[in-house]
């Protein structure tokens, strides 16, 4: 049984300044807990699970603090609206920055994203097109904003996110290709394969890439447009541009 005690500090870490203060980070849900109970870079505090669901998977345990706790514990400890069967706590993962592999490479700055969903389904979409990094510019969510870590579907755990700022990014890389999205950009369907590696800019979801980044990028893509509306979804851009830039 938790104690009020444990019961706050779980709930405490669905704000940013708590997990900050405690390193930790909180993941919900069967599929990433499993991927993260497979994943030798992660460190788990505990897990707290179902009854039912600590008996199916006692084998993948191993030695992982495990916690039982009844249905209506997880609903107090979870942070998301519908509680699943299973939660756990763990360390925030501390990943290498590999330079040599963003200069020769393909990567994703986000330039202010705002929803935790996108960022979680950008991390997806790098995840699926074999992208390594995820470069998180100022004014994007937290990795570790519990939705981000639900829409991310494990993939946080193969694709290594760093917070850059805007200025430390030119800075830190002058001398790769920066390409900035945006629909006066050239069609990414038509570069040419040596145009293909380097960094792709996307812009927050309301106001596009800030005029700091429209200052310094001088390289721009778009996607063609066959119909009426005005814009994608900033998600569904990443998918298609990194599809293009992959081909």
Request: proline content about 4%; hydrophobic content about 40%.
């Amino acid at each position: 049984m938790f104690s009020k005690a444990k019961v706050k500090y779980v709930q405490s870490l669905g704000r940013k300044k708590h997990r900050q203060r405690y390193d930790k980070f909180v993941a919900e849900g069967t599929k990433i807990i499993e991927e993260m109970l497979l994943s030798p870079n992660i460190e788990i505090e505990f897990l707290a699970g179902s009854v039912e669901w600590l008996s199916k998977h006692q084998k993948k345990l191993g030695k992982t603090p495990s916690i039982e706790v009844s249905q209506r514990e997880l609903e107090q400890l979870s942070l998301l609206k519908n509680a699943n069967d299973v939660l756990v706590v763990a360390s925030q993962l501390k990943p290498d920055l590999d330079k040599e592999c963003i200069q020769n490479d393909l990567t994703i700055y986000l330039d202010a994203i705002q929803d935790p969903g996108n960022l979680g389904t950008i991390i997806r979409i790098a995840d699926w097109f074999g992208i390594k990094y995820v470069l998180l510019g100022t004014g994007t969510v937290d990795l570790y904003n519990p939705k981000v870590i639900q829409a991310s579907m494990g993939a946080f755990l193969r694709v290594s996110c760093f917070e850059m700022p805007q200025e430390e990014l030119f800075d830190t890389f002058p001398e790769v290709r920066i390409m900035g999205a945006d629909l006066q950009g050239e069609n990414v369907f038509g570069l040419p394969k040596q145009d293909k590696k380097g960094i792709v800019v996307i812009g927050n979801e309301g106001n596009g890439i800030s005029p700091f980044m429209r200052d310094k990028i001088k390289n721009w893509v778009s996607i063609p447009s066959y119909g009426g509306s005005e814009s994608l979804n900033a998600s569904v851009a990443t998918g298609i541009i990194c599809a293009a830039l992959r081909n």
